[in-house]
């Protein structure tokens, strides 16, 4: 009789007592912790996906409560009629996939607004090739702050989270052994411990050494 595979997945939860700070995530923690007390009100958190970019942003909304959080796929127009009702704008998830007029008449109308403004994107936003000489000279006005690839301990914390949400335990060589040769990188590292999840529901074996062997050498 085959076994039956229930997917149940990594859902992310956005708690700051989930927060881990390592010395990675730090710089960008203490600044969303010392909010209002910034040194302007546009502000830019970059880091690779999995870095921890909106678990930040969704502190960052508790701290603020008058916070519009959206994806920038759904970046529109409208928005910008929306933003006398927020005291904070957060883009998740820039790729340079906004046009450049419609950014920077969001910059315009935060700024007239006298609202916050934060980006998270994969790259620095300084970085980016805009074509809009306007829209250039808007972003140097931001704080720049980056999310550095994940320490040894920040993948220990990782690891366990992810799997004794799923009321699992592993041993200590386990997780030493994942440490060493998962690479160094938040959204593999996820996919790998979803992967391992997976493998382990559908062979019916507890997960060990040889278990992770295979899915590393997929």
């Known amino acids: ?109 935060s700024k007239q607004l006298d609202n916050y403004l934060v980006i998270n994107s994969s790259v620095s936003i300084k970085e980016l090739n805009f074509k809009l000489n306007d829209l250039k000279s808007r972003v140097n006005s931001f704080i720049f702050i980056g999310i550095d690839l994940p320490t040894d301990d920040l993948l220990q914390v990782i690891i366990t989270k992810a799997f004794s949400d799923k009321q699992i335990s592993l041993s200590p060589k386990i997780s030493e052994y994942i440490i060493k040769n998962v690479e160094r990188s938040y959204d593999k590292t996820f996919k790998f411990l979803k992967d391992v999840d997976e493998l382990s529901l559908s062979t019916g074996k507890s997960i060990n050494i040889n278990l992770i062997k295979k899915v590393l050498n997929k």
């Open 1 to 109: 009789m085959s076994q039956l595979i229930f997917k149940f997945p990594f859902k992310a939860e956005y708690f700051k007592h989930d927060f881990y700070v390592s010395s990675n995530n730090f710089p960008a923690y203490k600044l969303i912790e010392s909010w209002p007390r910034w040194p302007g009100k546009c502000l830019n958190v970059f880091g690779t996906a999995g870095s921890g970019k909106t678990h930040l942003s969704k502190i960052l909304e508790k701290k603020i409560q008058n916070v519009k959080l959206i994806d920038a796929e759904n970046v529109n127009n409208k928005l910008i009629q929306e933003l006398n009702n927020f005291k904070c704008l957060i883009i998740d998830g820039f790729k340079n996939n906004i046009d450049e007029k419609l950014l920077y008449s969001i910059f315009n109308q």
